[in-house]
C-alpha cells in the first residue's frame, strides 16, 4: 500500500507560479516511478508529467514543457511539480501517482492515487 497526499495548490495570476508536493508513505519511495496527473471539469484526465525511480529521466506533455518541472527527492519520500508561466488552461485539479510496476512511461497502469489539490488560474 502507497499513501499519496498533496498539497502546494491554490490561486495565481497568470504568469504566476506554483509548487506542488506529494509526500508518500508506505513503501520504499526510491522503488518506484512517480507522475502528475490533472483533470478540468467536463474533461477527461491527462497526463501532465513522470519521473524515474532514481530522478534520472523525465517526461512531459507537450502542452506544460517548457514551463513545468517535475523533480523528487528520496530523502524526503516526496515528489514535486514546479509550475511556471501558468496560464487559464492550466486551471484543474491536480494529482500526483504512483507507479510501483511499471517505469511510469508511458502512462500505463499507475496504481496508487492521491486526492488532488485545486489549482485555479485566474486575475
Known amino acids: 500500500q502507497v499513501q499519496l497526499v498533496e498539497s502546494g495548490g491554490g490561486l495565481v495570476k497568470p504568469g504566476g507560479s506554483l509548487r506542488l508536493s506529494c509526500a508518500a508513505s508506505?513503501?520504499?519511495?526510491?522503488?518506484?516511478?512517480m507522475g502528475w496527473f490533472r483533470q478540468a471539469p467536463g474533461k477527461e484526465r491527462e497526463f501532465v508529467a513522470a519521473?524515474?525511480?532514481?530522478?534520472?529521466?523525465?517526461y512531459y506533455a507537450d502542452s506544460v514543457k517548457g514551463r513545468f518541472t517535475i523533480s523528487r527527492d528520496n530523502a524526503k519520500n516526496t515528489e514535486y511539480l514546479q509550475m511556471n508561466s501558468l496560464k487559464p488552461e492550466d486551471t484543474s485539479a491536480y494529482y500526483c501517482a504512483a507507479d510501483t510496476q511499471y517505469t511510469g512511461w508511458p502512462p500505463k497502469a499507475y496504481d496508487y492515487w492521491g486526492q488532488g489539490t485545486r489549482v485555479t488560474v485566474s486575475s
Open positions: 508506505g513503501r520504499n519511495f526510491s522503488d518506484y516511478a
Open positions: 519521473i524515474s525511480w532514481s530522478g534520472y529521466s523525465t
